[in-house]
């Protein structure tokens, strides 16, 4: 079985404050893959980030960057300087490759990050 | 290419009808999924398609709801008889490989409202 945890469901901070969304997961194989989606208001989802379980390096995409921790399971997401753009509601999600299931992404329930001007 | 595309994106429908949404992947995207948003339950993977052919239904909810895929260009989920509990946000993704290994695509989505 596996399961993501996003255990903040509403994060609302001022303009330009950093803020670090975070995700938790639950798995039993050794080969996974962690994901970050978007989703504006608009409701389109948007993909931000892809890394396999065996690439710990942390990365930095602009104003953003992951922190992906093995040892705790978790696979954190930091936005620097947030602005009301980044006001969206944000999914971590899993998926196993070789599970005898799907090979689809299973998702968290989402935080929804409110920037407020 | 303009991407996923699903139609009609809001459907409003009574109870007992019948209900079909249509998808079109990105040209040359060998994986097809379909998943469902709920405020309850989150995203859910429905049923994917790899080349066409159905891989894993089990996300499927019931007997009430089938998929099809005739060709690469074009998928359908069908829901008869429609439930007022089948209304939800229903979602296509297309990608090159298996989500694992690459960037899945979304439709924006079809909002059902099933009274």
């Known amino acids: 079985a596996q399961k993501v945890t996003q255990a903040q469901t509403e994060i609302s901070v001022v303009e330009k404050e950093d803020v670090t969304l975070d995700c938790v997961y639950e798995t039993r194989d050794t080969t996974y893959y962690l994901f970050w989606y978007k989703q504006p208001p608009s409701g389109e989802l948007v993909f931000l980030i892809r890394r396999n379980s065996f690439d710990e390096q942390n990365e930095i995409s602009g104003r953003y960057s992951w922190n992906f921790q093995k040892s705790t399971s978790s696979f954190n997401f930091t936005i620097t300087a947030s602005q009301v753009v980044d006001s969206a509601v944000y999914f971590c999600a899993l998926s196993e490759p070789w599970e005898g299931g799907a090979d689809g992404l299973t998702f968290g329930k989402g935080t929804h990050l409110i920037i407020q001007p | 290419d303009a991407g996923v595309i699903q139609s009609p994106r809001h459907e409003v429908t009574e109870m007992g009808q019948e209900v079909t949404l249509r998808c079109k992947p990105i040209?040359?995207?060998?994986?097809l999924f379909w998943y469902r948003q709920t405020m309850m339950r989150g995203l859910e993977l429905l049923i994917y398609?790899?080349?066409?052919?159905?891989?894993?239904d089990s996300g499927m909810p019931e007997d009430r709801f089938s998929a099809k895929m005739p060709n690469a260009s074009f998928s359908t989920l069908k829901i008869q008889p429609s439930e007022p509990r089948d209304s939800a946000v229903y979602f296509c993704a297309s990608s090159l490989g298996p989500p694992s290994n690459t960037e899945a695509f979304f439709g924006q989505g079809t909002r059902l409202t099933v009274v």
């Open positions: 040209s040359g995207h060998d994986y």
């Open positions: 398609f790899n080349n066409n052919v159905p891989i894993d």
